[in-house]
């Protein structure tokens, strides 16, 4: 498991390049200003919304896996349960059953929309077809959005836990991260489906609330 940059591009990029284009089917999970499985939901700066809308509505034709949605209009199907009323959130989340998409155009999208967001912190994967060994760590500060992609090149994947402990065991001071990942073996553990499997996932979640 390696670390590696992935490009920053200055414009949207149309050239498939494999080692980023794919038909990808994208799971967000985020860390924070909260913990999310599937999805993000990045608060909007207040005041931004229509600068927001009008920036999405601006970028070039994709399937862009993001909209703008808000806590009172979209909240009935949207478990939208958490934050203040009325709030503006970006929405991340595969909203189709695949998505063409390049990851540095998606990087390219995200950098643009960030100085509209507040500070957040997620994961970005594909859960199958093309290249899903990968795995990209967005942290949208001061208006910018940086990113990591973790790599595994050889055979044998060992999944996004592997990357994650790895994370934890080298971050050891992110408390922030530490909940994440205790949060994510709750999730696996609780839509897995096999019982042995849960009940580890459970254990490592309370020692991770133990550090």
Do not use: K
């Not at 920053?8 to 149309?14: M, S």
């Not at 600068?51 to 909240?75: S, V």
């Not at 990968?134 to 044998?156: I, K």
């Amino acid at each position: 498991m390696t670390p590696q940059p992935l490009p920053a591009v200055r414009e949207f990029v149309r050239d498939r390049d494999p080692a980023y284009f794919g038909r990808y089917r994208l799971w967000f999970q985020q860390v924070a200003p909260w913990c999310d499985d599937y999805r993000a939901l990045i608060p909007v700066r207040p005041g931004a919304a229509a600068e927001l809308d009008a920036a999405i509505e601006a970028l070039p034709a994709q399937h862009w896996p993001l909209q703008r949605i808000n806590r009172d209009d979209h909240a009935w199907g949207w478990s939208l349960d958490r934050g203040e009323p009325g709030q503006d959130l970006l929405s991340l989340e595969q909203l189709a059953d695949v998505c063409y998409i390049d990851a540095r155009n998606l990087r390219w999208a995200l950098d643009r929309l960030a100085v509209y967001l507040v500070d957040a912190r997620l994961f970005v994967r594909s859960t199958g077809d093309a290249d899903d060994r990968w795995l990209d760590e967005y942290t949208l500060a001061e208006g910018c959005a940086e990113v990591r992609r973790w790599h595994c090149p050889e055979p044998g994947w060992p999944g996004v836990f592997a990357v994650y402990e790895a994370l934890v065991r080298a971050r050891p001071d992110d408390r922030e991260l530490r909940r994440f990942v205790a949060f994510a073996h709750r999730e696996r553990a609780a839509h897995g489906g096999d019982a042995g499997l849960a009940r580890e996932h459970l254990a490592r979640a309370a020692a991770l609330d133990e550090l």
